[in-house]
């Protein structure tokens, strides 16, 4: 089955966000991995303080309650750092769940740095009485265990933590690099098969013959480029407007063409272009020519040399396809109704407009007249106009008329 260009590219262009978005999550780890390393130096450097608290010089004191005041305000910061840095802690938040556990032990810690500043600061409070000095050291002494035993136990789980972290990432960036890996060098045999398919068509030899076209778009233009107009001759059997056959050229070119294919099912389809009968002509003739022309190119660039195409009155066109399954040929005929829609038409004073068509699709049994399937087809294409615009229905949608 052919390729289509276009939802490669749309498909190469999602994959090209995917791989934008995945550099720009891994600049977001590298920078939370970061913060965990700065919460580890937080907490040393807490240590740190705490240890110079216990051993200002107290032969003046009104220097060293000076020095206190400045270093036990600095742990309270250091505390409100931690706590700041965790607000980008995104995987810790919504992947390990440990959140709750280092906020309280924050908690405790910032509690335990109340009970270390007061100890401290009546530890260098001046008294005579040796015995009040002797139990503010043992009280300062406790408090110093207590507090380093919380920020070691802290230091502790921020291994943990970093040891979980590493591990979550490791398996996020495997599959990545796996998805990445497979995607690219999937895209590599696409992108190299559509460029073998330009190389084709730009080959002036036909040294391959036997090269298999792999998208859709290049199989058309191939098509267009070798076929030829059997009816292109007599004028009499081309639309002068659009170039392409006239009822009369769809009647001989089908008489040349029914039998290139006997085993093919032979699809017939009717298109009317919405709203853009002859009586209800809403722009100049040159645009609507212009728009005509346009139709008709289009649904020529899927043309195949077994098919015939024709344009049948003011807006309506005629498509007779040869496929090897029913299935192929609606395919085909519901992928011109996309190309149209996709069209474009700058209209003076009314600006971008978009044309759409509906169709009414039948298979041409063998025993059927071609006169007769393109009744069929058109009485198909009325039912689709009374349920909407743009649409290609079959002889199935038809809803029984009589319940």
Do not use: C, W
Request: glycine residues 2%.
């Amino acid at each position: 089955m052919k390729q289509s260009i276009k939802k490669i590219f749309q498909n190469l262009n999602t994959y090209l966000f995917f791989v934008l978005f995945v550099a720009f999550m891994s600049l977001l780890l590298s920078f939370e991995q970061s913060l965990s390393y700065k919460k580890v130096d937080n907490l040393r450097n807490q240590k740190k303080i705490i240890s110079t608290l216990t051993t200002l010089d107290k032969s003046d004191l009104e220097l060293a309650l000076i020095q206190f005041n400045g270093k036990s305000t600095q742990l309270h910061q250091e505390i409100d750092k931690l706590r700041l840095l965790n607000k980008y802690a995104y995987i810790d938040k919504f992947f390990l769940g440990n959140e709750k556990e280092y906020f309280s032990d924050l908690n405790k810690l910032s509690h335990l740095t109340d009970q270390f500043n007061q100890a401290a600061k009546e530890y260098y409070v001046e008294t005579d009485d040796k015995k009040l000095e002797r139990e503010a050291k043992e009280k300062l002494s406790k408090a110093l265990y207590t507090i380093n035993r919380q920020i070691d136990s802290m230091l502790l789980k921020s291994l943990t933590y970093n040891e979980s972290k590493f591990t979550f990432m490791q398996k996020v960036i495997l599959f990545v690099f796996v998805l990445v890996l497979f995607a690219t060098i999937y895209y590599r045999r696409v992108l190299k098969a559509i460029y073998r398919d330009i190389e084709f068509l730009y080959q002036t030899d036909k040294s391959r013959k036997t090269y298999t076209i792999y998208s859709q778009e290049v199989d058309a233009i191939s098509l267009r480029m070798n076929r030829k107009n059997l009816s292109s001759e007599n004028p009499e059997m081309i639309d002068p407007i659009t170039g392409i056959n006239n009822y009369k050229g769809l009647a001989y070119s089908y008489s040349l063409k029914k039998g290139a294919k006997e085993n093919n099912y032979t699809s017939v389809t009717v298109l009317e272009i919405d709203n853009f009968s002859k009586s209800k002509r809403t722009y100049p003739e040159d645009i609507t020519q212009a728009i005509l022309k346009k139709i008709a190119y289009t649904i020529s660039l899927h043309e195949q040399p077994v098919d015939v195409i024709a344009r049948t009155d003011y807006n309506q066109f005629t498509l007779i396809f040869s496929r090897s399954s029913k299935e192929q040929s609606f395919k085909d005929v519901n992928l011109i109704r996309e190309s149209i829609a996709e069209l474009k038409f700058n209209i003076p004073q009314a600006g971008s407009i978009q044309v759409t068509v509906n169709g009414g699709f039948v298979i041409k049994p063998k025993n059927t007249s071609l006169e007769e399937a393109i009744k069929q087809a058109k009485e198909i294409l009325r039912y689709a106009q009374a349920t909407g615009t743009n649409k290609i229905l079959q002889s199935r949608d038809l809803m029984p008329r009589n319940l």
